[in-house]
């Protein structure tokens, strides 16, 4: 296996494009990136396109990648559409990067691309609900609502006014209700507080409004995010990710031919990808065991990070992946927060693009959004957002969940 | 890049599984091959599972291999969902042939699978109909009943009576309009005749009432073919590969360490993927482009071919891929049917599973079902339907059709 790096990386702003076609975003996404790669199309030697949702969104099942990259003159190469939820781009990523480290091609292409608003907000939620197994979803979703009526009735108990639930049944995502049972379990466990999880929807949402890319650009107090209304206890509305529609795409090639493109290649330190198991609970879960490969092959740990983009498609789970992620030990994500490490200027930013949660979350997209990320921090070209001359910086991206553990789990290392 | 073997192959029956899951007709395929290969599952390194279709007809969209391989205990491990139409599978052993070529792991599993029987057939129809450019589609199909309908005129004009159409508009697939128009291209061109088409379906008929795993194992004369129901000129509905459900599956292993599970490893010569493009009318297309490059891979060339399985989704497609597999010269097809070369007894046998014709296509599942049929012949292990003594067999699986050529052309050539 070879060493690969990223020569270039190209998004376009995450938010609501209801008229616009998969075609528009995707390109606008590969010409950025091939921009400022310094590469000519036609040198792109295969590509690796992942979406998650475009079926039951477009209709487009198939050849998503082809219908989308035929149309801006790219063709005669391997082309492989990929799925893994929202894990989907990152397996992109992973698949062009095994044909550079393989030595099959130089110059490859990875895509992550999704459209999930609809007309019908109903069609986006049952896409995103597709992400687990549909024929033992409904037994979850029942399981599910039994707990949501159980803390009302504990709250009527205690004389407190039910709140009113945000978004409940077809306007929110059921992966919001698993979000809440594990942080609920985690405040149980370790303490943790609402107004924690809520101090990481403060901090993303800051460094979205430095992010021109973020779908959502406000800043908001702890009061606000609190306030905002319930989705499912303790998950308010502004601790979750928004739905939306995006394209990032990055160019990777040999690192022993980047040098003709660019004098500032990034480099691929690790690329892991797995998927969670039946497991006891002694076993530390799909993150860690996924993190612990990635450090191992990367040849470095926990402490050595100076960057990192990772999955808080709600706020409870950020601040759960510091601890799998061993940037701070199991219980301790909730002082990390308070502390401030994890802010821009901490010892170890997280998610100073805005994350999932202000950046937004168009499925398919993320994977590759969170490397684009990583690949201007790591090249001080980030802004205003910029992380203080980092080294080495880590993506985490999982998707899906099926009996009870991620679906799809990726972890990658990038070095400068 | 390192050699690697296939270790073992298994299916299902193609046919009709309307109440079956697909986490059954999935796990059969995987125990079979695992069986043959004599691999404990836990062995499995990784997994890449091709499906084209589960969303629109399960509601399965996304993480559709974790959901079949976790629920046979099958977890832990990199698991790649790929799409690529009916070139979804191909692709899938594609990738994990990369992984093992890649040194990366040693025993990954290749999967493909589809449920294409839906209750409500218009929606199966639907879902073939996304392999091409979903936007486009409208005018495309506008193009081609006007085509029809000229067609029609013109049989008028010549005082012959109109022939009825056989599974017009929702009850065929529109990617048969685009095979009619084809075949009456090469008609109008070499002279070659229906008979000819029909002749490869009397073949592929016959070849699939010796294979088990057929969908169809019922033998036709020439004029049963030709006198069944028209779907469109020339086609008749016996020259169109039905719908289908179905699961294969194939175990790829480092060939260093194929010796440890058997004696019998098929080793693969070449794996080629690529997609079509925008070319002029020299240009001789994707599927002789992806052959060339895999006979320059395997070091061999078309005389070298013991045994064929290539993608006759259509009569007319099976004669048209010999000329472009360079088994014959450019419009020799029709002899080379005539002649009786391709059958099993022939010089060069094409399709002796049925193909899909006969064996099915089960969109997902056919470019692993392709290889499956290769490795048992090259073992020596197809029974009643064996070619005598092969040494090299090629398959060939295409997919989709995004702007007027194939979005995606697989070929692989294997050998003892």
Redesign the interface.
């Known amino acids: 296996?070879r060493d690969v790096s990223v020569i270039g990386a190209g998004m376009v702003k995450f938010g609501k494009y209801l008229d616009t076609?998969m075609?528009v975003i995707a390109r606008d996404a590969v010409n950025n990136a091939l921009g400022v790669a310094g590469v000519d199309q036609g040198k792109i030697e295969a590509a690796v396109v992942g979406n998650?949702?475009a079926?039951?969104i477009?209709?487009?099942?198939?050849?998503?990648g082809?219908?989308v990259l035929?149309?801006m003159?790219i063709?005669?190469?391997?082309?492989?559409?990929?799925?893994?939820?929202c894990a989907s781009s990152a397996?992109a990523f992973?698949?062009a990067w095994?044909?550079v480290?393989?030595?099959?091609y130089d110059v490859v292409l990875a895509l992550g691309m999704e459209k999930l608003y609809h007309q019908d907000k109903k069609r986006s939620f049952a896409?995103i609900g597709?992400?687990?197994?549909?024929?033992m979803m409904q037994k979850i979703i029942a399981d599910m609502n039994a707990q949501q009526e159980q803390i009302k009735a504990e709250r009527a108990a205690r004389g407190e006014a039910p709140k009113p639930a945000g978004g409940a049944g077809e306007s929110r995502s059921m992966f919001m209700d698993f979000y809440a049972a594990g942080a609920r379990a985690h405040m149980k466990r370790y303490g943790t507080t609402k107004e924690q999880f809520a101090r990481v929807a403060v901090k993303n949402h800051r460094n979205g409004s430095l992010n021109p890319h973020a779908q959502y650009q406000d800043v908001y107090s702890l009061e606000d995010i609190l306030d905002s209304p319930v989705v499912a206890e303790p998950l308010t509305r502004l601790m979750c990710s928004p739905i939306g529609d995006g394209a990032a795409a990055t160019i990777l090639c040999a690192s022993s031919v980047a040098g003709r493109y660019t004098s500032k290649p990034v480099k691929v330190l690790a690329s892991v990808?797995?998927?969670?198991?039946?497991?006891g609970p002694e076993d530390p879960g799909?993150v860690t065991?996924v993190t612990r490969k990635a450090y191992e092959t990367a040849g470095v740990g926990p402490t050595d990070l100076n960057v990192i983009e990772l999955h808080d498609a709600s706020a409870p789970a950020e601040l759960m992946t510091y601890e799998e992620l061993g940037i701070c030990k199991p219980g301790e994500g909730g002082k990390l927060i308070d502390e401030g490490t994890t802010e821009i200027t901490g010892r170890i930013p997280v998610n100073p693009s805005g994350g999932l949660l202000a950046k937004g979350h168009p499925v398919g997209a993320t994977g590759v959004a969170q490397i684009c990320e990583i690949f201007w921090q790591l090249r001080g070209e980030a802004g205003q957002r910029q992380v203080r001359n980092p080294k080495i910086g880590l993506t985490e991206n999982g998707?899906?969940m099926?009996?009870n553990?991620a679906?799809?789990m990726s972890v990658h290392i990038f070095g400068m």
């Open positions: 296996m076609s075609k998650a949702m079926g039951l477009t209709g487009q099942e198939c050849v998503r082809q219908v035929r149309e003159g063709g005669g190469i391997p082309i492989i559409n990929c799925e893994n939820a397996t992973h698949l095994l044909y480290a393989s030595g099959m896409a597709s992400a687990v197994d549909v024929e990808l797995s998927s969670g198991t039946d497991h799909v065991r998707g899906g099926v009996r553990e679906a799809a």
